[in-house]
């Protein structure tokens, strides 16, 4: 498999773009998480309702057992004392929806924020490296076959390359009907220089 160019300025922009899609990877990764943890520094507002709910409903639910046992107005006094654990459990309630809620922010943030940039790079840089290993690869193992392989990549060459690098050629139709080694050598160089790999 032909995953990189033969020619060094083909290749160092080759390496150069697969370093930098790797880089902005790790570097939505790493600003994925760091959002990730900044905002669920916000959550700490819903665990201070939360301890200070289930604090406020022990509290309350204590003195009402305390409260039960006095004679005459016992339970009427428990069933008010109750009634603040039931304030408590309301604070407990929309602590956890804080906390959830932050939570359910600091993971959708994260998610958006690593996402959009490995999505660009399926659609765009993905696609190209794919389509060049296909054709890097079937153009060397064509060089591979020797002289049957280079007259295809001639004859590709003079279906594919500019009339200008043709004409460079000299007279490439007559030079590979007539089976012209220096010709079709020129030509199938041009195709293979197309791929970045050498003659």
Do not use: C
């Not at 057992?65 to 107005?73: C, E, F, K, Q, Y």
């Not at 604070?91 to 958006?112: C, F, K, P, S, Y």
């Not at 000299?170 to 089976?179: I, L, M, N, S």
């Amino acid at each position: 498999m032909q995953l990189y160019a033969e020619r060094p300025i083909r290749r160092t922009a080759q390496l150069v773009s697969d370093l930098l899609a790797v880089l902005l990877v790790v570097l939505a990764v790493w600003l994925g998480t760091s959002v990730y943890d900044q905002v669920m520094k916000l959550r700490a507002p819903g665990d201070g309702l939360v301890d200070a709910g289930t604090g406020l409903r022990g509290t309350f639910d204590s003195a009402a057992n305390s409260a039960d046992g006095i004679p005459l107005v016992g339970d009427a006094l428990a069933r008010a004392l109750h009634g603040g654990s039931d304030v408590g459990t309301k604070l407990t309630d929309a602590g956890r929806w804080q906390i959830e809620a932050v939570e359910n922010l600091a993971w959708w943030m994260a998610a958006i924020i690593i996402a959009v940039p490995v999505l660009a790079l399926v659609v765009t840089w993905l696609p190209l490296r794919w389509h060049y290993t296909r054709r890097a690869t079937a153009a060397a193992r064509l060089r591979a076959l020797g002289d049957e392989g280079l007259d295809l990549l001639a004859l590709r060459a003079l279906a594919t390359q500019p009339l200008g690098r043709l004409a460079s050629v000299g007279a490439p139709a007559t030079g590979w009907r007539e089976r012209d080694r220096d010709v079709i050598g020129k030509l199938a160089g041009h195709e293979l220089a197309r791929h970045g790999l050498a003659s």
